[in-house]
């Protein structure tokens, strides 16, 4: 099976700025989830996506968005970027819930100047 | 509330010693708890899940629901277990994983 795969690999912009990254997730995997990695935040939880419907929600700002198509691909938009939104965006794909293995993408480098 | 506490933030221990990466937990329920890692210049995964009793690459983890702690142990530490280590709790009610904030673990030669 091939795994799950994001685009692009890596980004620049610049503050004030929206950016839309992807995530194609392990074919049979109805459950996507976002995460942003830092070295002093670790993983932060974004969103998670099941069916196209968001079932769950992390604490970060409204800037913060995302969606899932019916062949259960998702996106994540950020608007408004700033500075502090340099990191690195790992999506996850999984059969259902949580518990099950999560699979993780190699992740976007996002970098805000 | 629901949390994962990883106390270290970094350990660092010489090849052929024991390691223990520490993990405690806040749930008042029954808990299922995972351990992923994350190698240099690899992908996040999974190590292991406490329901499957399972050791991986040597190391073991226990749930002590009395302690509420889920610690990763192996007895004799390889430079190749360099990595980052995350603690991650499912609480069943809700669909997201509780995340520690994840050790790193660098073996010296």
């Known amino acids: 099976k091939a795994g799950v795969t994001q685009t692009p690999r890596y980004l620049i912009k610049t503050r004030g700025q929206q950016v839309t990254l992807s995530c194609s997730p392990i074919?049979?995997?109805?459950?996507v989830s976002w995460y942003q990695q830092t070295p002093g935040q670790g993983l932060q939880f974004l969103f998670e996506?099941?069916?196209?419907?968001?079932?769950n929600k992390g604490n970060f700002p409204g800037r913060f968005s995302g969606r899932q198509f019916s062949n259960s691909r998702s996106e994540m938009n950020v608007s408004t970027l700033e500075l502090g939104d340099s990191a690195l965006y790992l999506c996850a794909s999984s059969l259902d819930r949580a518990r099950d293995t999560q699979y993780f993408g190699p992740g976007t480098r996002l970098t805000v100047l | 509330a629901q949390r994962v506490t990883q106390p270290e933030k970094l350990l660092s221990v010489f090849k052929g010693a024991p390691v223990e990466l520490k993990c405690n937990y806040s749930?008042?329920?029954?808990?299922?708890l995972f351990w992923y890692v994350q190698y240099s210049r690899q992908r996040l995964q999974l190590l292991l899940r406490?329901?499957?009793?399972?050791s991986i690459k040597g190391f073991t983890a226990d749930l002590n629901k009395g302690e509420t702690s889920f610690h990763l142990k192996k007895p004799f530490a390889q430079e190749e277990d360099s990595a980052m280590y995350y603690c991650?709790?499912?609480?069943?009610?809700?669909?997201?994983?509780?995340w520690g904030a994840g050790t790193k673990l660098i073996i010296k030669p």
């Open positions: 996506y099941f069916s196209e419907t968001q079932r």
């Open positions: 074919s049979g995997h109805r459950s």
């Open positions: 406490h329901i499957s009793r399972e």
């Open positions: 749930y008042s329920g029954s808990p299922e």
């Open positions: 991650a709790l499912y609480p069943g009610s809700n669909y997201q994983l509780i």
